[in-house]
C-alpha cells in the first residue's frame, strides 16, 4: 500500500498492510511564518518517514486589536469575523500548500485545530471562563463571529489539499479535570459551534481529539466524525479498544505522551507492541494520544517510527 491507501484504509476500519503511523510536536513558530512552519515539518517527516503528515497549530486566533484578553463584555463584543487575509490563516494556507507540492497528492496531509471556544480561551487563558459566562449574549455573538471564520479556514485549507482535520476539543472532560464543562456551557457555547465546524470540514477526514483527562463520550455519538483520538493512556481515559467498540470509528493513539520522553526503549517498544496486540491491525493508527514534549530523544522517537515492530 502506498500511504494514501494505508490512510484511507485505516479510517474505513478496512485490511491494511501495516498499521499506519504518526507522531507530533511543537515547532514554535508562530512568528516565524507559514514557510518556515512548513520546513520545520519536512525536516520532521523526512526524519522518521512518518505515514501521516500531521500539522501542529503553532498559531493564535487573532484578537481585535488592542484586545489583549477578555477583561470585560467589552472586550468581548470587539470580535468580528476576521478575514482569510489575517496573519494566522494567511501563513497556515502558506504551510499547508507548501507541504503539499513538496510531498504531492501521495502524503496524506492533517491540520490541527480548534473550536470557536477553545480558540478564544486558548489564547485569552482560562481565567477569562467566568467573564464569558457571565455574558451570554455577547459571548454568542462572538462565538458565532470567530465560527464564521473557523468555517471559511476550514474551506481553504480543503481548497489547499489537507487530507483531514484533527479537530481538538475539551468538552469531554469529566468533573476532576479543570477543563470540565457543565451541560449549560456544553449545549450553549460548545456543541453548536463543534458541530459548525465539523459539517464545514465536510469532503476532509475529520479526526475528533478528546482532549484532557478524564473524558468520557457520552457528548459525541452523533457528531459526524471518522476517527476518534483520545489519550487513551491517562488516567481516567477509555482504551482505544473501548472507543473503538462503543463507536465505531477508527481510533488514533497507544502511546503515552505524557510519558514517552522518559521511557526506556523496552517501556516503549512494549507499550507500541500491547496496542497492536490488543486492537489488532483494523481501524488503528499508531500514535501519541496527544502532542509529544519538544524534549523527547530522537532514538525513543526512531522507535515509535520504526515499522518493523
Not at 520545520?40 to 493564535?60: A, C, S, T
Not at 500548500?97 to 490541527?112: A, D, N, S, V
Not at 480543503?158 to 475539551?170: Q, T
Amino acid at each position: 500500500m502506498d500511504r494514501q491507501e494505508r490512510f484511507r484504509a485505516a479510517v474505513a476500519g478496512e485490511a491494511v498492510d501495516r498499521v499506519p503511523r504518526t507522531c507530533w510536536t511543537h515547532y514554535m513558530t508562530e512568528t516565524l511564518g507559514g514557510a518556515e512552519h512548513a520546513r520545520r515539518h519536512i525536516i520532521y517527516q523526512d526524519e522518521y518517514d512518518w505515514d501521516i503528515l500531521k500539522v501542529v497549530n503553532d498559531f493564535h486566533y487573532p484578537f481585535p486589536d488592542g484586545v489583549e484578553t477578555i477583561r470585560g463584555p467589552e472586550d468581548i463584543d470587539r470580535f468580528e469575523p476576521a478575514p482569510m487575509t489575517d496573519y494566522m490563516f494567511a501563513e497556515e494556507i502558506i504551510c499547508l500548500k507548501m507541504l503539499r507540492e513538496h510531498y504531492g497528492p501521495g502524503m496524506p496531509i492533517l491540520f490541527t485545530t480548534f473550536d470557536p471556544w477553545r480558540q478564544v480561551v486558548r489564547r485569552a487563558g482560562m481565567a477569562c471562563i467566568p467573564i464569558l459566562k457571565a455574558h451570554p449574549e455577547e459571548t454568542l455573538r462572538m462565538l458565532r463571529a470567530v465560527g464564521e471564520s473557523m468555517c471559511a479556514f476550514m474551506a481553504a485549507l480543503r481548497e489547499a489539499g489537507c487530507d483531514g482535520i484533527f479537530f481538538s476539543v475539551n468538552s469531554g472532560n469529566q468533573p476532576g479535570s479543570p477543563l470540565h464543562a457543565d451541560d449549560d456551557t456544553y449545549e450553549l457555547f460548545m456543541r453548536p459551534f463543534e458541530m459548525e465546524m465539523l459539517e464545514a470540514m465536510a469532503g476532509m477526514v475529520r479526526l475528533i481529539h478528546l482532549h484532557g483527562a478524564p473524558i468520557s463520550l457520552d457528548r459525541f455519538a452523533d457528531y459526524p466524525v471518522e476517527v476518534f483520538s483520545v489519550s487513551d493512556k491517562l488516567a481516567g481515559n477509555p482504551s482505544l479498544g473501548a472507543i473503538r467498540e462503543a463507536t465505531g470509528k477508527g481510533v488514533i493513539g497507544g502511546v503515552d505522551e505524557s510519558r514517552i520522553a522518559d521511557m526506556t526503549p523496552d517501556e516503549l517498544r512494549t507499550q507500541i507492541r500491547d496496542t497492536l496486540a490488543t486492537c489488532g491491525e483494523r481501524g488503528l493508527i499508531l500514535a501519541p494520544g496527544c502532542t509529544i514534549p519538544v524534549y523527547t530523544p530522537a532514538h525513543l522517537i526512531r522507535i515509535l517510527a520504526d515499522k518493523a515492530d
